[in-house]
């Protein structure tokens, strides 16, 4: 017998469709083992539900999606930068905050004066509040560190996150993120750091999952990054890019050239990127948190993606600067509002496509059999409306590897 089954419920199954969200009306999913089983309609069950399963739950007419993936977090951080929000109201432009000594540098400084403890606190805080609105998997970066005792802490603390709370937890490390003080004038060195002792020790701990890098004018060239994307390679580590954000460096296309799980934020990425990127089976990342904080204009190439068939991947990239966002249902509204995403898009954002982008779709970011239970359930009139609605609390349960966690 099944562990459980589900019924009353409508399914947005987010698997490839003739209707939208793959959605199953009237419909019933079987737990076994903490992977699910089966699921379709519930006309199609093959028995009555009391001889197919150890436990029927009745889901109360809501609709249940995939777990929610937000795949591209800065998590754990220092301090807070309230007065640079004040500082761009006031005209300042990201790159001058950043050159006046503020931006990633003074969260830096924040992190390295902070303890794991007192880390652990402050990013499960913010965790809580994605978890609270159903993400069940979520990628947290490193990257305010800069050295390699303190990013190899930011992703002991990452971890940490993971095993204290019902949540999968992917770790990234981006130790090319930006330059710390100590090598200003010396971004070649401060790389070979990177390369040779930070990568290095975080591996030896077993503390990466993936490796990305800062490739903009405000950070890393394109041939520096090529470095440190030869050597996660050579230890056999994927690679993901912030690319192309403030200006086009390329940085879509260099993505594809590694064959990277994705390429992030995007908004000035040229046609020849985007179809490097379809080409090498890259995820287009987008970020709206951090469109709508830095009050960007460039948009980016939407129908380029869709053109070229990327997929097309949501998160919340949590950070103190740029997205102080911790809702995915503000994202999914943003993506559509912002970059003109349909709701069915969005959705797919922080599901399959989300779950591509870590390269877990596999795993999770759909209803299909042999995926991990990981589902919510909605008190919504419509897929749609996720996208919809701000505000209120309309996530009625959580399932987590067949385990009721909310």
């Keep these: 017998m099944w562990d459980q089954l589900w019924l009353n419920a409508d399914l947005a199954t987010m698997e490839p469709s003739s209707r939208p969200y793959g959605a199953i009306e009237d419909g019933a999913l079987a737990v076994e083992a903490g992977r699910i089983a089966w699921v379709g309609p519930r006309a199609n069950l093959p028995d009555a539900p009391e001889a197919l399963a150890s436990q029927v739950r009745d889901a109360g007419g809501r609709w249940i999606t995939p777990g929610l993936v937000d795949c591209h977090t800065h998590l754990v951080y220092g301090g807070d930068r309230a007065r640079e929000f004040e500082l761009r109201l006031e005209g300042a432009s990201y790159e001058e905050i950043a050159e006046a000594g503020g931006g990633i540098v003074s969260t830096v400084e924040a992190t390295r004066a902070a303890d794991e403890s ?75 750091q990177v390369i040779e002792e930070q990568l290095p020790r975080v591996i030896a701990e077993g503390l990466a999952d993936a490796v990305d890098a800062f490739c903009e004018t405000i950070a890393f060239s394109p041939d520096q990054t090529r470095r440190v994307f030869d050597a996660a390679k050579a230890a056999g580590l994927p690679v993901k890019l912030h690319a192309d954000q403030l200006s086009d460096l390329g940085g879509a296309a260099l993505a594809a050239e590694y064959g990277a799980l994705s390429a992030d934020h995007l908004e000035y990425t040229t046609e020849a990127g985007v179809a490097a990127m379809a080409q090498a089976g890259t995820v287009a990342v987008l970020l709206p948190g951090a469109f709508y904080t830095l009050r960007e204009t460039q948009l980016p190439p939407m129908t380029a993606f ?12 949590v950070n103190p600067g740029s997205s102080p966002i911790t809702s995915l249902r503000l994202v999914l509204n943003m993506a559509c509002t912002l970059f003109r995403m349909t709701p069915e898009e969005a959705l797919a954002g922080v599901t399959l496509n989300g779950a591509k982008a870590l390269g877990l779709d596999q795993e999770c970011g759909s209803l299909r059999v042999g995926k991990r239970a990981d589902f919510v359930l909605w008190d919504i009139e419509t897929p749609a409306t996720l996208a919809y609605r701000l505000g209120g609390d309309p996530c009625a349960g959580v399932v987590r590897g067949g385990l009721v966690v909310r």
């Design 118 to 192: 007192a880390l652990l606190e402050s990013a499960g805080a913010r965790l809580d509040d994605l978890l609270a609105e159903g993400v069940t998997t979520v990628e947290i970066k490193s990257g305010y560190g800069l050295d390699p005792e303190n990013e190899a802490k930011m992703l002991r603390v990452a971890r940490a996150l993971g095993e204290s709370r019902p949540v999968t937890v992917r770790t990234t490390f981006l130790g090319a993120h930006a330059l710390p003080a100590a090598f200003k004038q010396d971004a070649d060195g401060y790389i070979d």
């Design 306 to 317: 869709r053109a070229h068939k990327v997929p097309m991947a949501l998160a919340s990239d």
